[in-house]
């Protein structure tokens, strides 16, 4: 069975969701169910099978959080000794060399990727072009339309 990394953010998070799910949204759903039941046909009953189908997404949430959780490599980058290398869960600042334009990302799993808050996927192309370099190393980052080098300038584990 492959294990995925995972930070230790994106463990909890998942896990407050489980907890969400299986503690508030399932009953709700039960009891939407059962209130359903009580007005009759079924065959008809448009509330009935919208609580069914609810029934259905929330189940398999919880059962894809649950095999996530159980193939997660928890990874806790704050216990590591910062040797300024760039692995997993490390906080990153480059800058762009042609433009100084300067970018912060962390390096998470692929399901805490959201680059709306600088959280890349381990495997997307740019956290692949800096794994394992060091401050003050470039990398080229290949485009559609180009190239861009970088410069790495800050590695944190925190």
């Known amino acids: 069975m492959n294990q995925f990394p995972m930070t230790v953010l994106g463990a909890e998070s998942?896990?407050?969701e489980l907890d969400h799910l299986k503690s508030v949204k399932r009953p709700q759903i039960i009891a939407a169910i059962a209130d359903a039941r009580e007005h009759g046909d079924l065959k008809e009953n448009a509330e009935y099978h919208a609580a069914r189908e609810q029934q259905g997404f929330c189940e398999g949430r919880i059962q894809e959080i649950e095999a996530k959780l159980s193939n997660a490599q928890?990874?806790?980058?704050?216990?590591?000794?910062?040797?300024g290398r760039v692995i997993f869960g490390?906080?990153?600042?480059i800058e762009n060399v042609d433009t100084g334009d300067e970018v912060t990302y962390r390096i998470v799993g692929d399901d805490e990727a959201d680059i709306k808050k600088n959280l890349i996927s381990v495997n997307s192309p740019i956290a692949r072009a800096m794994i394992g370099k060091e401050v003050d190393d470039a990398f080229t980052l290949k485009t559609p339309a180009n190239e861009v080098e970088y410069?790495?300038?800050?590695?944190?584990?925190i």
Request: cysteine-free; aromatic content about 4%.
């Open 14 to 16: 998942l896990r407050k």
């Open 151 to 157: 410069e790495i300038i800050k590695v944190e584990y």
């Open 74 to 83: 928890i990874i806790d980058i704050k216990k590591m000794p910062n040797n």
């Open 90 to 93: 490390a906080t990153v600042s």
